[in-house]
């Protein structure tokens, strides 16, 4: 790939994820202020969420949010913390001279997600909406995030930076698929001519689906051409790190991010 179409697809991807992050804070941060100051109880923000971004059924649900503090709170507040920090792994420079950030930063990720993971699953069967095709998409979706963590965590141990850059990528586009749901929930409402309960369950599977794909896409646009390419940058930064520090092993090799 010749280096102006990587640029391309780079700023694309960048553009993406900072989409899906701003979408993340502002759905997060709409609960949370309502939790504080009521906002949804003022006309003109209940007009907006009920006819313009949730629709009559879902907007109902969303308010009995409310009866659920503790839940809702933790699940809205790790939810800005890891859409705000995830994506620093994904930073080149970072990666490349600051090793002990980027290791903190994807641990802290894996542990946001998990939790996050947990508080989601209490609001899909303790405070559901929907039942069982509701349940459905979160379960799976769990396991298979589960998975490729630990399949990260093999690549890393193995010392293997260029599987475990895609495994990073897998889980970070499914753990942004929650805020690719919101698209998708707009989307159905306002051209499907459904109420919300009837396609709720198929937005999990789109956003989620549609954004592990994505993700996928960009490993493959992004990788390496062949096994000696990986090989020689390995060992060219495996050379660099014995030249700073005298110790080989410091740092990891950079990959498109």
Do not use: C
Not at 57 to 63: A, C, M, N, Q, Y
Not at 106 to 125: A, D
């Amino acid at each position: 790939m010749s280096s102006t179409l990587q640029w391309v697809f780079k700023t694309f991807g960048w553009l993406w994820v900072f989409i899906f992050v701003m979408i993340g804070i502002l759905g997060a941060g709409v609960h949370i202020l309502d939790h504080y100051y009521l906002v949804a109880d003022r006309p003109a923000v209940a007009n907006v969420l009920q006819n313009d971004i949730y629709g009559k059924e879902f907007f109902i649900h969303w308010l009995s949010f409310r009866g659920h503090p503790e839940s809702r709170l933790t699940h809205m507040f790790l939810g800005i913390a890891f859409v705000v920090i995830a994506p620093w792994q994904f930073v080149s420079r970072i990666r490349r001279h600051h090793v002990k950030l980027h290791r903190a930063i994807g641990i802290t990720s894996v542990i946001l997600s998990f939790i996050l993971i947990y508080t989601g699953l209490i609001f899909t069967f303790k405070y559901t909406y929907t039942g069982f095709v509701e349940q459905a998409p979160t379960v799976t979706y769990s396991l298979i995030f589960t998975w490729i963590v630990l399949m990260g965590w093999k690549s890393i141990k193995e010392r293997n930076f260029a599987k475990h850059r895609e495994w990073a990528i897998r889980g970070f586009s499914m753990m942004m698929g929650i805020s690719a749901t919101r698209v998708w929930f707009y989307l159905f409402l306002k051209l499907s001519g459904l109420p919300s309960n009837q396609f709720f369950s198929t937005i999990f599977w789109l956003g989620l689906g549609v954004n592990l794909l994505i993700g996928e896409i960009w490993i493959n646009l992004t990788r390496p051409r062949d096994r000696k390419e990986v090989v020689l940058r390995d060992h060219a930064t495996a050379a660099r790190d014995f030249q700073i520090s005298g110790r080989p092993g410091q740092e990891q090799p950079a990959g498109a991010g």
